[in-house]
């Protein structure tokens, strides 16, 4: 059975850190490229970031662009967000997701390209 599990979400400050991570199990990750989206009260979700399967493209959505940097680990099966100097509208409840790739560069930002979810985890980022 395919699975995503996120951990790592929490209340931080604005301007601090948080490392997300997805760990997979159930299929082979190399073949999957992995995203992160968020979904804020009142608000669709949206993309954050993505990364390809062979990790060697990676997107960002412009809100977070030389803030946030995602990366994975095909062996253990983990992909991670590190998000630095958060800011309050960061905050929302973090899911990853997977989507079988026709190439190992393919890396879509799009919700609805992916299906495999995990269930989130909450980031607030509050003073």
């Known amino acids: 059975q395919l699975q995503l599990v996120e951990s790592g979400g929490g209340l931080v400050q604005p301007g601090g850190s948080l490392r997300l991570s997805c760990a997979a199990s159930?299929?082979?990750?190399?073949?999957?490229?992995i995203g992160w989206f968020r979904q804020a009260p009142g608000k669709e979700r949206e993309g954050v970031s993505c990364?390809?399967?062979?990790?060697?493209?990676?997107n960002y959505a412009d809100s977070v662009k030389g803030r946030f940097t995602i990366s994975r680990d095909n062996a253990k099966k983990m992909v991670y967000l590190q998000m630095n100097s958060l800011k309050p509208e960061d905050t929302g409840i973090y899911s990853c997701?997977?989507?079988?790739?026709?190439?190992?560069?393919?890396?879509?930002?799009?919700?609805?390209?992916?299906?495999?979810w995990g269930q989130g985890t909450q980031v607030t980022v509050s003073s």
């Open positions: 990364i390809s399967s062979s990790g060697g493209s990676t």
């Open positions: 997701a997977a989507t079988r790739s026709p190439s190992t560069t393919y890396a879509p930002l799009r919700v609805y390209r992916y299906d495999v």
């Open positions: 159930g299929f082979t990750l190399d073949y999957y490229a």
